[in-house]
Each structure stands twice: as C-alpha cells, then as structure tokens.
C-alpha cells in the first residue's frame, strides 16, 4: 500500500467519524427543540381548551343566577303574595302586566308563572288565558313546595331556556310556586365568547349548532353517545380528539335541581395552528438535516486534511524507522547466532 492510498484511507475514515459525529449533534438538538416546542404548543392549546370550557360553565351559571335572583325578587312581592292566597287571578294578571312586559324588553323573560300549593298553574304573565295545568310531578317544582329554590337550564319547545324556581310563602307556609324562565340565542352567545363552534344536545341527540352541521365530522356525534354514557357515570367531561388535531370537548348539563342529565354543551375547536406546526416542523427538520449533511462533510474533508496529514508523516516516519531498524536488528542476530555456533 503506497502512501496514497494511506493517506486517502485515513482521510476517509476521518470524514466518516466526523459526519457521523455532527449528524448525530444536529438530529438530537433538532429532535429536543422539536419535542420542546410540541410541548409547549400542547399546554398551550391545553390552557386554551380549560378556558373555553370554565367560559361556557360560567356563562351558564351566570344565566342561572339572573333567573333565580329575578325569580327570588317577584316570589317575595307582597301584592303577588295576597292576590296567590286569596286566589284573585285578576288582580294578579293587572299588576304582573306591566312587569312582565318591561322584563320581557329588558331581561329576555318568556316565562312569568305563578302555582298554587297543589302544583297547578295558577297563573301566566305571559298566556293569561292558560291555566289550570298539574305541575306538581315536576322535580323544580316538588322542590319548591318543599320550601327550596332550584335555577339552572331545561329544553322546552323553543330550545334551552333558563329556569328558575321559587316558593311563595306567606307566613311561613308555603302557598305557591314562582317561576321566571329567559329565552336567548344561548349558543350563538356561547360560540362567540369561546371563538368555537358550539353543539348542543338534548340527551344524545344534537339540538342546536351555530357550525354548519354538513361540515362536522361524523365523529362527532358518534363520540356525543359515548359522552353521555360517561355522563351518566358521573365523569364530568369528555374530550375527542380528531386526526386532524381538533378537539371536541363535552360537558354535562343537568336541570335545575342539579340532579338530572339533560344534555349536554359541545365546544368543537380547530386548532390548525397544530397542524401548521408539525407540517413546518417536518419541512425544517428535513431542510436542516440535508444542510447539516453537507455543512457537515464539507468540515469534516476540511479537519481530515488538517489531521491526515500529520498521520500521513508519521506513518512515512514509522515506515522508514521499520527499514532503518529493521535490516539493522536483522544483522544482530545473525552476528549473535554465528558466535554462539562457534
């Protein structure tokens, strides 16, 4: 072997070493930046996703709370109380007329209803004609009579409303029930607080949506029974996650006593920004990795001619002591094994 191909060999296992070296440098701080900055974006949309829903639960319990505070207010009204216990429907219909009316313009009431102690409709400020009807096997009311007070969301024939309970008392015996029930776009208010598309469902099945129900994946919905079951087992939200990284989340809604399942609000939330990230992540990662290939042998027959060098010199030096030392250690032996024979 001439020193050529000496010094070629060498160089060659040199550029080897060294782009094994730096490719494996490079991957690896790519692969931590990588798997930093998915984690990152992961508690990002995370915190995202959290807020979205304590958005909805507090949009919710704040209707509630304005319902029952309404419902507290005209179930202590001293002229509603006399009129509810001497059982003068007129005189009631005359003074609930105007509140109703300015409740209706200014808080969205739909629903002004009085009962009497039996649980039948005593009166409707907002159909004075219909009356009469047994109310007392519903569960806000039967709470009502017992002496309590129950707010919170029920499906009725224009959607989800709020609803909200009062007993009527009159000197410590309760004498009726009072009811305030306020009617809203509540999903479109839902959706543009959180920024999401918003599914509502009575039960399992979806009531209301702002997003065009066409374009929702069918996902969706299947994965809406398997929240509801999870629901009925006492877990208190349920989060899908689609292939294209977009997340469905649930929460349970239950009727005003808190007790019964009704349905349920989902947030269906799009982060594309995900999808962007891991799309550009693979681009940059293979872009850096074909620089860091090249960058890497271009330095690496650089530094190997730097130290093929030196290696090439001493290798030559090696060689020559071999052939000067050698023939000379050779000779020794030989004048050795003479005298001795002699």
């Known amino acids: 072997m001439n020193n050529h191909q000496i010094r070629f060999g060498i160089r060659r296992q040199l ?36 807020q979205q829903i304590s958005t909805v639960q507090e949009y919710i319990k704040t209707l509630s709370d304005e319902g029952d505070l309404l419902a507290g207010k005209y179930a202590k009204n001293p002229f509603f109380i006399q009129h509810l216990k001497i059982g003068d429907r007129e005189s009631l219909a005359y003074d609930v007329e105007p509140i109703f009316k300015e409740l209706s313009e200014n808080n969205g009431v739909s629903v002004f209803e009085f009962g009497d102690q039996d649980g039948f409709v005593f009166f409707r400020g907002h159909n004075p004609e219909k009356y009469g009807e047994d109310k007392s096997g519903k569960a806000p009311i039967a709470k009502a009579l017992d002496g ?10 224009s959607g989800l409303a709020v609803r909200a309970f009062w007993p009527i008392e009159s000197e410590s015996q309760v004498i009726g029930t009072m009811q305030v029930g306020i009617d809203g776009d509540f999903v479109g208010e839902m959706a543009r607080l959180t920024g999401s598309n918003i599914l509502l469902f009575e039960g399992e099945e979806l009531s209301k949506t702002n997003a065009d129900e066409a374009s929702l994946p069918e996902s969706l919905l299947e994965h809406a029974g398997e929240a509801y079951v999870s629901f009925v087992n006492g877990e208190s939200n349920y989060r899908y996650q689609t292939k294209d990284n977009d997340v469905f989340e649930l929460v349970p809604l239950f009727d005003p006593t808190g007790e019964q399942l009704i349905g349920m609000v989902g947030i269906y939330k799009w982060f594309d920004i995900i999808t962007d990230f891991e799309r550009a992540s693979g681009i940059s990662l293979l872009i850096v990795s074909v620089l860091s290939i090249l960058v890497t042998l271009v330095f690496a027959s650089l530094i190997s001619s730097y130290f093929s060098k030196p290696i090439k010199d001493m290798a030559e030096a090696f060689t020559i002591w071999l052939m000067v030392i050698s023939p000379i250690s050779f000779k020794k032996k030989v004048s050795t094994k003479s005298v001795r024979m002699k």
């Not at 129950?150 to 024939?157: C, D, I, R």
Request: proline fraction near 0%; hydrophobic fraction near 55%.
């Open 15 to 50: 550029i080897l070493a060294f782009s094994l070296i730096a490719i494996l440098v490079f991957s690896t701080v790519a692969l931590i930046l990588y798997l930093n900055a998915s984690r990152s974006l992961g508690l990002i949309t995370e915190n995202e996703i959290e």
């Open 148 to 157: 309590g007070a129950a707010s919170g969301l029920e499906f009725g024939s």
